[in-house]
């Protein structure tokens, strides 16, 4: 860096800081506990890491499109005790497409009310997240799910089960990652969806549907949740009705991370999963050097209040504004 200034210094630790952060975290837990990157520990986290890591996939759509979504928490958790429910009545074949099938409606009515109502999309997903928690909580009863027969059953594949030594959930997460980031990288969908993101009054007198646009983005969203949920719900055979409360922050901070503008139109679905990873290990590494798990909270604070000056800094090309 000798011959660079301290403007293209600051530019790069700017887009490039919350890498060089990582890896300093990933060396300072290493020394701290070799077990940290033991194949055992990676592929554990990476697994545990998974349903955070599929809805924050669909959720890298919507910040792109220029949008929020802090509905995805609750919208997990109704998915999670609605498909447990089904299981035990319909079975998991028929419970499986329902309980799609009504999470999917819920990211529709969601994508109407901000694609074409062109109602704020922070209020309205955050009026969501407590309606789908009421939705959950009168659906269950105000009780928690489990599936009365957990041996004769296939369904715990999903969330259980391996394939060439892989966990299911991990070859989920990465089909789920490799097939959205074909969508968003290569389709025209995908470039409508940075173009209405990047300028959505330019997109819209070029030609490009932009409230439909942002429904769909909403839609991939829910679908996204309920592959998460039914990971869930295959993994613990059981749940609490309120097992998705609070990881819509740390979805949105796993976006943020990868590199996704809260102003919208930049992102990839990549970098999305490089942030799930970067979360994952820092909370694991937290754990293994002794720290208790409520120390996650305050830390996915400080990463989302680092990660959006960061994006912030970037935008400006400085770390802070010599405006008053």
Known sequence: MAGMSKAQIGGILARQGILIAFALFIIGFTLANEKFLSADNVLSVVRSSAILGVMALGVTFVVISGNLDLSVGSMMSFST??????????????????????????GALIGFLVGYLKLNSLIVTLGMLSAIHGLTLTYSGGKNMDIVDKQGTWFSVFGQGTALGIPVPIIMFLLVAAFLGLVLARTPFGRKVYAVGGNGTAA??????????????YVISAACVATAGLIQASRSMGSQNTVGQGLELEVLAAVILGGASLLGGSG????????????????????????????????????IILAVWLDIAAKRGKFWSTIA
Do not use: E
């Open 204 to 217: 819209t007198f070029s030609g490009i549907p932009r409230a439909r646009t942002v429904f769909y983005c």
């Open 81 to 106: 005790i609605v498909v447990l429910d089904l299981h035990d009545k319909v079975g998991p074949a028929i419970a499986i497409p329902l309980m799609f099938a009504m999470t999917i409606a819920l």
């Open 268 to 303: 990839t679905i990549f970098k999305t999963l490089i942030g799930v990873l970067i979360l994952g290990f820092i909370q694991n590494g937290l754990l293994l050097v002794g720290l208790q798990f409520y120390v996650q909270f305050v830390v996915t604070w400080v990463i």
